[in-house]
């Protein structure tokens, strides 16, 4: 074995690395303009300057540079995301719902309303497909990271019983889920909208549901 060997090795896979990427952004700039269904295997490639055959050894199918992009783009948010930092600094509901918004956000940097829609329908049509499988993935995700969450917080409720932090994430998140679902299918909605709609739906829930003190002034565990 020559000396330079692993150098070379890790020159090559870096150069690996950054040609997958460079396909992933080209396919990404496609899929927003012209669509999922309407982009080619050979645009992308095209795009990315590099073979048709390069494009399929690196992912397979579009499915493959899909997955690809959603779980990049997970990863990433999951390292860097401050989306799920804690805050004491407003009331309850508008934390929840700013910290949704910003999760909404962060979605839309990862792949644009296209390529979720297209996820979505794919979890329907083909569930137990690759593609359906890493989008709920996500999805339990999401949902785990807001269980989390809310653990964080002294939770009290009107009720003055404990609080069911997977109940109430499954609820703050179901409804959550609803408005985000309407922020992909209407191409002209942007966040403040969505915001909004979170304000009108979730708010006032979340002040029946948790005693007033805490909502107005919320604390950490």
Not at 67 to 80: H, K, S
Not at 153 to 181: F, H, K, T
Not at 196 to 203: I, K, N, P
């Amino acid at each position: 074995m020559r000396l330079d060997e692993p150098a070379a090795l890790s020159l090559r896979d870096r150069k690996k690395a950054r040609r997958r990427d460079e396909i992933i952004q080209a396919a990404r700039r496609l899929f927003a303009h012209n669509g999922i269904n309407a982009t080619t295997m050979a645009e992308i490639a095209e795009a990315a300057e590099v073979s048709p055959p390069t494009v399929f050894n690196y992912f397979g199918n579009k499915d493959g540079i899909l997955i690809a992009m959603i779980t990049d783009g997970a990863a990433e948010a999951r390292r860097t995301d401050t989306a799920l930092r804690p805050r004491t600094d407003a009331t309850f509901d508008m934390i929840v719902i700013d910290m949704l918004t910003q999760v909404a956000a962060r979605t839309l940097d990862i792949a644009s309303k296209r390529v979720w829609r297209y996820a979505e329908a794919a979890s329907i049509r083909h569930p137990t497909a690759e593609l359906s499988q890493e989008y709920e993935l996500v999805n339990r995700a999401l949902l785990g990271a807001l269980e989390e969450y809310l653990g964080l917080y002294a939770l009290a409720l009107r009720s003055g019983e404990p609080a069911d932090i997977p109940l109430l994430a499954r609820m703050i998140y179901d409804i959550w889920n609803a408005a985000y679902l309407e922020l992909l299918r209407d191409q002209a909605m942007d966040l403040a909208a969505h915001r909004a709609a979170l304000v009108t739906r979730l708010a006032p829930l979340l002040r029946l549901i948790f005693a007033p003190a805490f909502c107005a002034a919320p604390t950490l565990r």
